[in-house]
C-alpha cells in the first residue's frame, strides 16, 4: 500500500466518522479500512484514533496529522489536475443530492445539458429531502432550498424563490376566499412536514410585516403530493412557485391574497470548503449559477395572473 493510500485512508475515517462510512466511500472492505489504519499507527509507531463501539476520537497527534494530510492531499489533486489535460480534469463521477420535487421537475434539462457540454462526466444523484452530511457520505455537492443556516459549507445561490398561498376553486367555493390574514386563519392548512415552524411570515400591500398559523389539515413532505391534496379541495398550501406555477397558469389552483407576499426561500448549491475544489464540481457550480441568472420561468407572475 502506498504512502497516498495510507493518508487518504486515515482522512476518510476521519471525515466519514467511522471506518464503514470511509468504506463505502473508498468502496472496499470495513475490514481493509481498518487494516490499512492499523499499519499506518504501526509504521508511526503512534494512535492516531482512539476506537469505541459509540464512535472514533482523534487523538492530539491524530488531529494535527489529519489537518496536514488534507493539506497534502489537495496539493496532489491539485498537481494532478495541472499535469493532466484539459479533457482528464472534465471526467470521473460527480456524486451530488437534490430536493426531489424541485431536482425532478427543474434540474433535468440543466444537467443533460451539462453531460452533452462534458460527455466524461459521469452524474450519481440522490433526489431527497433530507438534509445529508456532504462529507460523511462521500458528496460532492448538494441543492438546497431555503435559508442557508451558519454552517461551514460554501454556499452560491443560483436562483430566488417565493411562495404563493393557494387553494382549488372548488375549496374556495365551499370555504370563502379569504382576503386577510385574519380570514386566512380560519381555514385549514396543508402543510410542509419538513418546515421548523408552523408560522407563515408575510408583507401586506401597504408594507407593513406580520405572520399567521393556519391549523394542519395534513403534514406531508412531499411537495407533489400536498399540492394534489390542495387540486383535491382539502385546504390551503402556501408553497414555493416552482410546485404550482403550472397549475395556477391553468386555473386548476387560485391564488389567495395576491397583493401579499410570504417569506420567500432561495435555491443554493453547496459544496464542502477545500483548497482545491475538483474541475467537475467547479465547472458544473458555475454552469448551474450561469444558467439559472435571471427570472426564472416559475416565477414570472405576469404568466399566473394572466391565468387568473
Given amino acids: 500500500m502506498s504512502r497516498y493510500e495510507e493518508m487518504e485512508n486515515f482522512v476518510r475515517i476521519v471525515e466519514a466518522g467511522s471506518i464503514t462510512g470511509a468504506a463505502k466511500q473508498i468502496r472496499i472492505a470495513k475490514s481493509a479500512v481498518s487494516r490499512r489504519l492499523k499499519e499506518m499507527e504501526t509504521r508511526l509507531g503512534i494512535q492516531l484514533i482512539i476506537r469505541s463501539t459509540r464512535k472514533l476520537t482523534l487523538t492530539d497527534t491524530g488531529r494535527a496529522l489529519y489537518d496536514r494530510a488534507v493539506s497534502l492531499l489537495a496539493d496532489w489533486e491539485e498537481t494532478e489536475a495541472v499535469a493532466g489535460d484539459t479533457q482528464s480534469a472534465f471526467s470521473g463521477t460527480l456524486k451530488m443530492t437534490a430536493p426531489l420535487s424541485f431536482g425532478v421537475a427543474h434540474l433535468g434539462p440543466i444537467i443533460v445539458d451539462f453531460m452533452k457540454k462534458h460527455p466524461q462526466i459521469r ?8 438534509v445529508v452530511d456532504l462529507v460523511s457520505e462521500g458528496l460532492d455537492l448538494a441543492i438546497r432550498i431555503g435559508s442557508m443556516p451558519d454552517s461551514n459549507l460554501i454556499a452560491r445561490k443560483f436562483s430566488d424563490i417565493s411562495r404563493v398561498a393557494c387553494a382549488s376553486p372548488d375549496y374556495l367555493k365551499r370555504h370563502g376566499f379569504p382576503l386577510t390574514p385574519k380570514e386566512l386563519e380560519s381555514h385549514k392548512e396543508i402543510a410542509y412536514g419538513y418546515r421548523a415552524s408552523s408560522t407563515h411570515n408575510y408583507t401586506a400591500p401597504d408594507g407593513k410585516t406580520g405572520s399567521v398559523e393556519l391549523p394542519p ?4 413532505t412531499n411537495g407533489e403530493f400536498m399540492r394534489d391534496v390542495a387540486l383535491a379541495g382539502e385546504g390551503i398550501l ?22 401579499y407576499t410570504w417569506d420567500a426561500l432561495a435555491a443554493y448549491v453547496v459544496y464542502p470548503p477545500t483548497r482545491h475544489l475538483s474541475a467537475r464540481v467547479r465547472a458544473f457550480v458555475d454552469f448551474l449559477v450561469e444558467h439559472c441568472q435571471g427570472t426564472p420561468y416559475w416565477e414570472k407572475r405576469a404568466d399566473i395572473s394572466t391565468a387568473r
Avoid: Q, T, W
Wanted: with cysteine; hydrophobic share 45%.
Fill in 123 to 130: 452524474f450519481d444523484i440522490d433526489f431527497s429531502d433530507r
Fill in 217 to 220: 389539515r395534513l403534514h406531508a
Fill in 238 to 259: 402556501i408553497a414555493p412557485c416552482f410546485i404550482v406555477y403550472k397549475n395556477l397558469n391553468n386555473g386548476s389552483l387560485v391564488e389567495i391574497m395576491p397583493g
